[in-house]
């Protein structure tokens, strides 16, 4: 008899996660949810069955859930794979998936939300204090792409850039897509290596190569091929120029 494979730590962490499971109807008001779904989410407190699914979301989350379900809405049923998407929620990273359901002629009768909490999976725990609940910072930025999510380390990453309520994230190999917006990984961010000289941007640190200045101006050139100058902000000059030990 062949042994049965054991999966492997990827597959393995994966068996761990629960989904919680929405079901709405055309007009994406909630029909009706799992138990998981509802210990998650703020049920008691707004009691959204009836309503429209983004009555129960944070205001910066409520345009990602509309896209996400404007996008599924598009998608033929033979085409129909499961659009995704990743938020962020106090303390916690949800990765969303939609799907459209349609009826025997194919016309839209509802849409599956089904979403997995994996803060675990791209953070670790930061140090709490008496007066703040523990945060989750992260180690990893998650990115969707071609309705796939992938992960890249911090420490790969030049800088962030700030594009409505999603982030351009630019690596060595160029520029990525992520689902949070500067905002959210600028909190989860570690603060010794990344810093916000900017409103639209964010940088690490260790990829700084050259402090300039064009007239009253300044910006920094980061390593790698790509990288265009990023502007920093006047308040943000002094407190940068002490990070990076210049005096």
């Known amino acids: 008899m062949d042994a049965k494979a ?3 730590p990827s597959l393995y962490s994966i068996e761990k996660f629960e989904a919680g ?3 709405l109807d055309a007009q994406r008001n909630v029909l009706a949810m799992n138990d998981y779904a509802r210990r998650v989410l703020p049920v008691d407190d707004k ?12 205001e910066r989350s409520k345009p990602k859930v509309s896209f996400l379900l404007d996008e599924a809405s598009g998608c033929p049923m033979a085409n129909a794979v499961p659009m995704t998407m990743i938020i962020n929620i ?10 459209r359901l349609g009826d025997a002629e194919g016309k839209t009768t509802g849409f599956v939300l ?3 909490d994996v803060t675990h999976a791209v953070g670790q725990s930061q140090i709490a204090t008496e007066v703040a609940p523990p945060k989750m ?9 071609n309705q796939k999510v992938s992960f890249v380390d911090t420490g790969d990453v030049l800088s962030l850039e700030s594009q409505a309520h999603y982030t351009r994230v630019l690596t060595r190999e160029g520029f990525h897509f992520c689902n949070l917006s500067i905002g959210d990984l600028e909190s989860r961010l570690d603060p010794a290596q990344f810093m916000r000289v900017h409103r639209c941007f964010i940088i690490n640190l260790a990829a700084v190569q050259e ?13 790698g091929r790509q990288a265009p100058p990023v502007p920093v902000s006047r ?9 990076l030990g210049v005096h």
């Open 6 to 8: 054991a999966p492997g």
């Open 114 to 116: 089904v979403f997995y």
């Open 235 to 243: 308040s943000m000059v002094v407190r940068l120029r002490e990070a």
């Open 211 to 223: 402090l300039g200045r064009d007239g009253t101006k300044t910006h920094v050139l980061l390593k």
């Open 21 to 23: 499971v929405i079901h």
């Open 47 to 58: 009691q959204p069955f009836g309503k429209l699914v983004t009555s129960f979301h944070p």
């Open 137 to 145: 910072r992260l180690s990893r930025i998650p990115m969707v792409a």
């Open 90 to 99: 106090p303390e916690q990273v949800l990765l969303i998936k939609v799907s």
